[in-house]
């Protein structure tokens, strides 16, 4: 989608070379597969620098409704964007909500959180700790709310935080939703 939009857009992305030349562009915390989102990030390599109002507007028109581009920034060479800490929301109508809240509150407490987590490449199950990725959970209304930490051994998935809630991944995954990513900017 942001290739075509871009191309339609006229915006000067840089190209790999070689033989089968791709766009330089990547997501540094691609979103699960199901989960909708309102914070996305995308890093493109220009070839000439252009005013981050002006690819807002260039690219807006190009986006399929219901896609809106918040802001952009230029970076300078060798500037890196590294998530620290994702929340996300999980629709939990028809859940027992003190049941959730209780639960939250036990969670928070325990130390460790074993989970088995199944690994395609290898298919086979690994035992990890989720407790040092997750931060914190809150059930309101409708919603049960959480956030985790995205570190250099690793992160928890959303879905992985459903399931040690009690509220299942299997069925849930398109009703949760990445809110917010809190990034840390450094200097290579």
Known sequence: ????????????????EGFNPHPKLSLPLPRPVGVASDAERILV???????????????????????????????EAGDVSIPRLVRYSVQTAGFDREKLAVQA?????????????????????????LRPYLDAIEVSGDHTYFSTHVTGGGSVKPSEVCDVMGIGSEHTTHLIRRLEVTWQSTRM
Do not use: C
Not at 56 to 72: D, F, H, N, W, Y
Not at 108 to 129: A, C, G, K, M, W
């Open 1 to 16: 989608m942001m290739i075509r939009a871009m191309t339609r857009a006229e915006i000067p992305v840089r190209y790999s």
């Open 105 to 129: 509150k036990q969670l928070l407490r325990f130390e460790p959180i074993f989970f088995d987590r199944f690994v395609h490449s290898s298919n086979q199950t690994r035992r990890i700790d």
């Open 45 to 75: 390599e220009l070839t000439k620098r252009i005013e981050p109002d002006e690819l807002i507007s260039r690219l807006a028109e190009q986006m399929p409704t219901g896609v809106t581009m918040q802001r952009a920034r230029m970076l």
